[in-house]
Antibody, heavy 115, light 108 residues
Framework: EVQLVETGGGLIQPGGSLRLSCAAS????????MSWVRQAPGQGLEWVSV???????YYADSVKGRFTISRDNSKNTVYLQMNSLRADDTAVYYC?????????WGQGALVTVSS | DIQMTQSPSSLSASVGDRVTITCRAS??????LNWYQQRPGKAPKLLIY???SLQSGVPSRFSGSGSGTDFTLTISSLQPEDFATYYC??????????FGQGTKLEIK
């Protein structure tokens, strides 16, 4: 059974940093494409980032230069380092397995950027 | 970036109704189109991939069609558990793999 568990969300002031973790079981982050998708309160889904098995990485324009996706194969965990956070980054952040099709999703981690 | 536009944005229907949701891409995306269902407070669930392939475990009352720029999701006979928000997502060539704005399906 595939499980993705996001942690690290919380309340952070504008300009601050936060790192989300996505601990995976039933799937290997080293051999699967892993993505982050977010959803602002009451809004739709927004694709954020993907890390491919070969190491290629892509970001949405809205987070490029501020967010960094990475993985630790030994911990079977994917990370999203978020810097220079803004109010419009407030959202539930989902970790998902896949790149072009998101078959498995975590339960989400809420990030609130507010002073 | 490829823009995805869904219609309608919201829809009221009754149990047993046949419902169709449309999704239009701003450019040709072949069949690189997926559909997701999201219930309140839950993560999205993959329903249809590659425009018309039913994800394992998804009831057969769900179907998808289309290619190029125009796509549809059809629910043949609405069940109470189908009242949710539906999103299309394109996955053509390289990221960003954009989503439509969503269609909220409500009980009439």
């Amino acid at each position: 059974e595939v499980q993705l568990v996001e942690t690290g969300g919380g309340l952070i002031q504008p300009g601050g940093s936060l790192r989300l973790s996505c601990a995976a079981s039933g799937v290997s982050v080293s051999s699967d494409y892993m993505s982050w998708v977010r959803q602002a309160p009451g809004q739709g889904l927004e694709w954020v980032s993907v890390i491919y098995t070969g190491g290629a990485i892509y970001y949405a324009d809205s987070v490029k230069g501020r967010f960094t996706i990475s993985r630790d194969n030994s911990k079977n965990t994917v990370y999203l380092q978020m810097n220079s956070l803004r109010a419009d980054d407030t959202a539930v952040y989902y970790c998902a397995r896949g790149s072009i099709t998101f078959e498995y999703w975590g339960q989400g981690a809420l990030v609130t950027v507010s002073s | 970036d490829i823009q995805m536009t869904q219609s309608p944005s919201s829809l009221s229907a009754s149990v047993g109704d046949r419902v169709t949701i449309t999704c239009r891409a701003s450019q040709n995306i072949d069949s690189y189109l997926n559909w997701y269902q999201q219930r309140p407070g839950k993560a999205p669930k993959l329903l249809i991939y590659a425009a018309s392939s039913l994800q394992s475990g998804v009831p057969s009352r769900f179907s998808g069609s289309g290619s190029g720029t125009d796509f549809t999701l059809t629910i043949s006979s609405l069940q109470p558990e189908d009242f949710a928000t539906y999103y299309c997502q394109q996955s053509y060539i390289t990221p960003p793999y954009t989503f439509g704005q969503g269609t909220k399906l409500e009980i009439k």
